[in-house]
């Protein structure tokens, strides 16, 4: 566990503010689109040819995002209650990055949100996590969404994998990512050609992991200065923070701070609470949720990270990442889906998401399990609660270092101890449908998702 721990904080960290004195007001970005057919034809990472957003009615559009960013520095001492001051360290720092917009085709649609995900890099390649889980929620709902590529690491990929295509992209440091995540929120408000000719509602934040790391210490010390967006999704943190300036490590233990005027939403999976209990809160504007039996990254998200690397062969030349076990198929997504419909009414004025159980701990060290090896606790959804497998938070081996030990395992249970749980079928679809309703009804399952789940037990061959 301690070693699961270690790597956790190791893959949030790499690739490589605050209230007091407010930042200098930087120059307006300009966007610039990308032409369809520049270089190989497609955007890195991007979910045209991975997904047929045709059908869904939705496109993809890449745009080259320019600018002049400011650079941050830490003011006094920055305590774990997170009410960091900051201070500007250099102004007028030029930079071009890109921006994957996926949106509806006919502006009609769409529903005045936008969420923008600083994208993850700790495979050294921009990956759209939060994408990954929840656009199906998106596209239902009319969201446009907006992957920023705003970190040094994403951007030198981009130009190696293609350099005809991102010859432009430049980020000469991570110093530059506060800044440049919030010129992304600028554009998308400043730019309606971005959103098919439309203004948006609500600018939500997110990101996931190591930029969940940076996106806590954008909450507490850039949010405030900035104030571009109207609630942040910080998903899979640890109870670090990432350094604003050059640093590789930033404050040991960061809540989010309760003063701030827009709402947060942290969302947790299984592997994530060891190394992130002791700063766990709700507050007002805070809200945190632990999901049972999932995993940092899991069976659905790599499915579609699979697919795109087959495409963009930027990671193993391409090659699936394989581990020494089944990875973790509980259904993330569905609470990831509930969270951001929360954080969306909540940014608009409308009432908090409901609390959380915690994952039960020992000692804060261990997660207390169930006979079958499930954990106790945390937010339960129908795949969980009507189990058919022991779902874990690790795994192990496999052919991308690191990667196996954050995708979790799925170990099916015996047919003795299935048929025990499930004598017919019948009785798994009455167990799972009203664990499905429980979770309904405490606002960690919404009513589409109820019934796709439904609709999967009532299909499948139990016992």
Known sequence: M?????????????????????AAAALAPTVTPVPANAGKGWPVSGAEGVLDLAARGYVEREYLLSGQADTYAQDGL????????????????????RMVVVRPDDPARFNGTVVVEWLNVS???????????????????????????????????????????????DLSSDTLSYDVFSQAAQAVRTHPELLG??????????????????????????????GVYDGLMIHGRAALAAPIGDGIVGPLSARIRADLTVPVFVLQS????????????????????????????????????????????????????????????????????????HLD???????????????SLLLGLLIRRDADQNALGGIRLP????????????????????????????????????????????????????????ALRGGYLLPADRDEAVARAQAAPIP
């Not at 920055?78 to 990055?97: E, F, I, K, L, M």
């Not at 609500?202 to 200065?225: D, E, I, K």
């Not at 022991?390 to 048929?419: D, E, F, H, K, Q």
Request: net charge positive.
């Open 78 to 97: 920055w305590t774990d209650d997170g009410r960091w001051a900051t201070r500007v360290a250099t102004t007028g720092n030029p930079y071009t990055t």
């Open 270 to 341: 299984e592997t994530d609470v060891i190394a992130s209990n002791s700063v766990r809160q709700d507050t007002a504007r805070v809200r945190t949720w632990e999901v049972a039996g999932t995993a940092h990254a899991d069976r659905y998200g790599l499915d579609l990270y699979n697919a795109a690397n087959a495409r963009d062969r930027s990671i193993n030349d391409g090659a699936p990442t394989t581990c020494d076990k089944p990875v973790n198929s509980m259904t993330f997504r569905y609470a990831e889906n509930a969270a951001f419909a």
């Open 345 to 359: 009414r909540w940014a608009r004025g409308g009432a908090a998401p409901p609390t959380a159980p915690p994952i």
């Open 123 to 169: 495979f050294g390649v921009d990956i759209p996590v939060d994408f990954s889980q929840s656009y199906e929620h998106f596209v239902r709902e009319g969201y446009a969404y907006v992957g920023v590529t705003t970190q040094k690491a994403g951007a030198d990929k981009l130009k190696n994998l293609d350099p005809a295509r991102y010859g432009a992209v």
């Open 383 to 438: 795949d969980f609660d009507a189990p058919v497998a022991a779902y874990a938070p690790n795994n192990s081996g496999g052919n991308v270092p690191g990667a196996c030990l954050l995708l979790g395992t799925t170990t099916p249970l015996t047919a003795a101890r299935i048929r025990a749980l499930y004598p017919d079928h019948a009785t798994y679809v009455a167990k799972f449908t009203a664990a499905a309703d429980r």
């Open 197 to 226: 000719g439309r203004a948006p509602a609500v600018v939500l934040g997110t990101g996931h992991s190591q930029s969940a790391l940076r996106l806590t210490t954008y909450a507490n010390a850039v949010q405030p200065v900035r």
């Open 2 to 22: 301690r070693r699961a721990v270690c790597l956790l904080l190791t893959l949030l960290l790499p690739a490589v503010v605050a209230t007091g004195v407010a």
